[in-house]
């Protein structure tokens, strides 16, 4: 599946974008603050790519203008989320290169996901999260209409081997349909 934007292209990842997902991936600013350590090579990248970003709503983000991958977005499934165990919910986790911080993207992108969600795979609510301090994940939820719903004060990070306190929202199908008409 390929999802088109104005200004993305939203596609499965592939083998060769290993080094452009080590580029972004490697910077300490992008991933411990969503839960995972900065990647620490390309071959490492490349085994990411190969086992972790293989869900079958995994999206590499890419630039229409070039299609280089710049960050990730993925409808997580029952099964491959904590969030919920219906099989109508889902969770929607993403990150973007830093450079291309601050200019709209990634709510672009996750508008796209969500009417996808709700949309083609039938979902009634799609879940997101972020820990405390990422304050442009939570303006991200908040610009593509997602909802608080709770605060939980000791959620384990194990790839980083840390307790954090997270903070979860959720968007029903209703909420996303009214906002959207």
């Known amino acids: 599946m390929i999802l088109n934007t104005e200004r993305l292209i ?10 452009s997902l080590y580029e972004y991936a490697k910077d300490p600013d992008v991933g411990p603050i969503a839960g995972w350590p900065p990647h620490k090579s390309i071959d490492e990248s490349l085994d990411v790519i190969r086992t972790v970003l293989r ?10 203008k070039d ?5 990730c ?3 997580k499934l029952i099964g491959n989320t904590d ?5 109508d919910e889902c969770e929607l986790g993403y990150w973007i290169g830093k450079e291309f911080w601050g200019q709209g993207l ?8 969500i009417c996808r969600g709700f949309e083609k795979l039938n979902m009634n609510v799609i879940w997101c999260g972020y820990y405390d301090g990422n304050t442009k994940s939570k303006r991200v939820q908040e610009k593509v209409g997602f909802v608080y719903h709770h605060t ?6 194990p790839l ?3 307790v954090r306190i997270g903070h979860a929202n959720y968007l029903t199908h209703e909420q996303w349909r009214l906002n959207n008409r």
């Open 73 to 75: 977005i993925e409808l």
């Open 160 to 162: 980083m081997g840390e």
């Open 10 to 19: 939203l596609r499965p990842w592939l083998d060769s974008d290993a080094k």
């Open 83 to 87: 969030m919920t165990v219906r099989d």
């Open 55 to 64: 869900g079958p709503e995994c999206y590499a983000i890419c630039l229409r």
């Open 67 to 71: 299609n280089v991958a710049i960050g």
């Open 106 to 113: 990634m709510p672009e992108a996750a508008r796209a996901l």
């Open 152 to 157: 939980s004060e000791e959620v384990a990070v």
